[in-house]
């Protein structure tokens, strides 16, 4: 289960509405490119595990407002590769996120909300080996967001968002020039963006307020590379995202949420040749909002930090920790606002060959 982080300064923007999916993208490290590399075109199953706290906080300076945002995500992956010939595989994968969150305020009286919904992204992938060691990969994803509510409570009066389902697809591919000391390639994926209703009720007015929400993935387009140096093997992403090309959008027409990049570099080292080996990836996400008005936990840079340990003495299996970290509060000085996001988490999996 995951847990969101927004802002709470008012009870309105205490429950503003999710745009994207798998916000947290410092948590996952599974790309599209790094599978490319990681999965090859052999026969495989792959399940594993992941599960994250996450805390949120932002403090307003002058007015000593404080709020708390509180996430456990948990991520269940389900993989399994077929290879029909030397030349040719079809990949099917089944990732689920739940998340539960809790939001409250510091401060009298108190508001305290909380919530728990389901996300999967799903997809199906053809694997092409041309003589020349050129893989084509030709994807399509479906993003699913289950209804939700997300009920506040306050010693006044209860309030009540009711978020509708929402699902969408999308293509994407990927290109990869495996060599002898070095693969690298390139991945597309375009956009979607589907609308969902959220509609706001409380205990003070029998009517409700419904209003439209933008689900969007963005265009993300990601150069990448694996070096196989003597001492191990090292990879390196780095990803544009088109954030500003759809979601909501205030008044003016301008986007809430701005372009940003993110980055992942890691390497696999081993430490009893292949029976037991050292996985670490490192991840960076740049902020990506638009301007102060649209600062949230989720929008501001982030970093994230992935350790593995990778044992195959009569099973492949590995066990890790996930650890987050992010803030922003420089760019907020007209606001006094200062937005932090720590996290904590484990994963483990099973990698079988067959």
């Known amino acids: 289960m995951r847990r969101l982080p927004s802002i709470v300064i008012g009870a309105w923007i205490l429950c503003m509405p999710r745009a994207e999916a798998f916000t947290y993208e410092v948590l996952f490290d599974d790309t599209l490119a790094s599978e490319a590399i990681r999965l090859g075109r052999a026969t495989r199953f792959e399940a594993s595990l992941q599960s994250v706290l996450l805390d949120g906080e932002v403090k307003t300076a002058g007015t000593g407002a404080v709020s708390y945002d509180r996430f456990v995500i948990n991520k269940l992956k389900i993989m399994q590769q077929f290879a029909f010939s030397p030349n040719a595989s079809a990949r099917l994968t089944l990732p ?3 998340t539960f969150e809790k939001k409250e305020g510091k401060q009298l009286p108190r508001m305290i909300s ?12 053809m694997i092409f080996a041309t003589q020349n060691n050129l893989d084509l990969i030709l994807g399509l994803n479906l993003l699913t967001i289950s209804s939700y509510d997300l009920n506040s409570d306050t010693e006044n009066f209860k309030a009540k968002d009711h978020y509708s389902s929402v699902s969408m697809n999308y293509p994407h591919l990927v290109i990869v020039k495996h060599g002898g000391g070095f693969d690298g390639g390139f991945s597309f994926q375009f956009d979607a963006q589907k609308s969902r209703t959220v509609t706001k009720s409380t205990s003070l007015d029998e009517g409700s307020l419904s209003f439209e929400d933008k689900v969007y ?9 694996s070096l196989h140096p003597s001492f191990g093997d090292l990879f390196g992403e780095f990803a544009a995202i088109e954030a500003s090309g759809g ?3 205030i008044d003016s027409g301008i986007a809430v949420k701005e372009d940003y990049f993110r980055t992942q570099f890691g390497g696999m080292f081993p430490l009893d040749g292949k029976n037991l ?29 992935h350790i593995k340990l990778h ?4 099973l492949p299996v590995y066990v890790g920790l996930v650890g987050v970290h992010g803030s922003d509060g420089q760019s907020l000085q007209e606001f006094n606002a200062d937005y932090r996001l720590q996290g904590v988490g484990a994963v483990a999996g099973a990698n079988i060959f067959f």
């Open 217 to 225: 993935s963005p265009t993300t387009i990601a150069i990448f590379a």
């Open 277 to 305: 080996q050292l996985e670490t990836r490192l991840l960076y996400k740049s902020l990506s909002y638009a301007d102060n008005r649209n600062v949230s936990l989720e929008t501001i840079p982030s970093l994230g930090l």
């Open 96 to 98: 689920l996120v739940g």
């Open 311 to 314: 044992f195959d003495y009569s």
């Open 247 to 249: 979601g909501n959008r």
């Open 114 to 125: 909380e919530g728990s919904w389901l996300e999967s992204r799903p997809k199906l992938e």
